[in-house]
């Protein structure tokens, strides 16, 4: 079946620091990602949408120059937390369509810790 | 945009008896219905999905329905088992691949033995 990854699994960082995610499908291309952040006992909400050689799509709310979205390829998509503050501390989930339009494939997520 | 509503939040069972999950949706393009059940620090597990050209589906102990007109689906748990209990997510999506799967709130499942 397809398979999505992301790296780090865990990562801590300090406050005003960047802090990068990378989400990989493994076994399939994805034109298309999607990136979810998940707070404790919260539902995973979602917060832009990666389109391989373009711009990603923000949800409302969250700031496009705080959570930079990269998609260079059709098998790599990156989050980088810029300035990280401690209420950026969350599960980061990223997802991509597998090869029917319909079925999501979800990364193991990336649990960031702001210090 | 998509809105997802689920109840309830919380559920408690006993061993052996049925639980129900209810999501309701907005968006009537909205045509692929998944729940997910979700351990602590883990991904999102499917355990059953619907499309839209049907009403129900089942998977052993597990069933959907989906009543497209009031714009609601359910999750169908039968004699349930203590290894039941987690988190499980209703979600909602138009069957186009650039769109992105909307989820309910949340319900956790406690299932006592």
């Known amino acids: 079946g397809a398979v999505v990854s992301q790296h780090p699994s865990r990562v801590i960082c300090k406050s005003g620091t960047s802090v990068k995610i990378e989400c990989r499908s493994l076994?399939?291309?994805?034109?298309?990602m999607f990136w979810y952040r998940q707070f404790p006992k919260q539902s995973l909400m979602l917060m832009a949408t990666s389109n391989e050689g373009s711009k990603a799509t923000y949800e409302q709310g969250v700031e496009k120059d705080k959570f930079l979205i990269n998609h260079a390829s059709l098998t790599l998509s990156t989050l980088t937390v810029t300035s990280a503050h401690p209420e950026d501390s969350s599960f980061y989930i990223c997802s991509a369509n597998g090869p029917s339009s319909y079925e999501q494939y979800f990364g193991p997520g990336t649990r960031l810790t702001v210090t | 945009g998509e809105n997802v509503e689920q109840h309830p939040s919380t559920l408690s069972v006993q061993e052996g008896d049925s639980a129900v999950i209810k999501c309701t949706y907005s968006?009537?393009?909205?045509?692929?219905f998944p729940w997910y059940k979700q351990e602590l620090g883990k991904r999102p597990q499917l355990i059953i999905d619907?499309?839209?050209?049907?009403g129900e589906k089942k998977d052993q102990r597990i069933a959907v329905t989906l009543n497209k007109t009031a714009k609601h689906f359910s999750l169908h748990i039968t004699e349930t088992q203590p290894e039941d209990s987690a988190v499980y997510f209703c979600?909602?999506?138009?069957?186009?691949?650039?769109?992105?799967?909307?989820f309910g709130k949340g319900t956790t499942l406690s299932v006592s033995s």
């Open positions: 968006d009537s393009a909205s045509n692929y």
């Open positions: 619907i499309r839209s050209n049907v």
């Open positions: 979600a909602a999506k138009a069957g186009q691949a650039g769109t992105a799967l909307i």
């Open positions: 076994d399939f291309q994805a034109t298309t």
